[in-house]
């Protein structure tokens, strides 16, 4: 059973990320939801408990699904540990990814959140791109929203910007049925600085990697990229 407490700080935390995202004040906060500022610091620093209903008011005055700010264990019960979830996402609800971006040469960390399923076996997934702390990467550049379902040979995820909905990606990850701490996907959506159609690799792990010039190496297109896309003539990533 959870301590209510922790669960309570989780759901703060959450809270505070994202509106710290989202450069709104407490007070601001406050007065969209009809509370007191003294009341949402304390939803935000954990110490009263939240209901429903102020829940619900709190997500709208953020403009962001409910899912994300209840607190998610570490650890999904029944489906997401069954056989249906492909090996490498199975008894684990969040993952780290890694792109490099060539137009300012770093490498741009992201957090997933498998924060529930469907009846159709799909489950509702959050993307905090390029974040800065993993302890409160709910405060990111980009928050993306959408689905993840498994397939035999691959998982895919269809995922659209919060801010921008405009803005849709789709990550596919080939072989996700192995069980290794790190595997390989390619997402393709649409850039907008400059405003273009992109295709880039993406590598997915179990755990935050160090962030060197090794990781650099891998995330960069390479060589083999090069002869692969000559091939095809087409940008793929293989395992």
Known sequence: MEDLSNVNIEIGKKIKNIRKGKNMTIQEL??????????????????????IQTLYEIS???NVH???????????????????????FRNS???????YDGRSNEIIKCVIDIIAHTEDLSYKTMLYMNVKDFDNYQNCENTYYGFT???????????????????????????????????????SGVSFRPFMPIALK???????LEENDDLAKELKISKDDIKLMKLYNMFTVTQ
Not at 66 to 88: K, M
Not at 169 to 178: E, G, K, T, V
């Open 30 to 51: 406050a007065d969209s939801i009809n509370k007191s500022k003294s009341t949402v610091s304390k939803y935000e620093n954990g110490d009263i408990s939240i209901d």
């Open 60 to 62: 709208n005055a953020l």
């Open 66 to 88: 409910v899912e994300q700010l209840l607190y998610i264990r570490p650890n999904i019960d029944n489906i997401h540990n069954s056989n249906i979830v492909n090996a490498f």
């Open 93 to 99: 609800s969040k993952f780290y990814s890694y792109i």
């Open 149 to 187: 379902k498994h397939y035999d040979t691959l998982t895919s995820m269809i995922l659209q910007n919060q801010a921008t909905p405009l803005e849709q990606i789709s990550i596919n990850i080939l072989a996700s049925f192995l069980d290794t701490d790190k595997i390989w996907g390619l997402m």
């Open 202 to 208: 993406m590598l997915f792990s179990k755990k935050p």
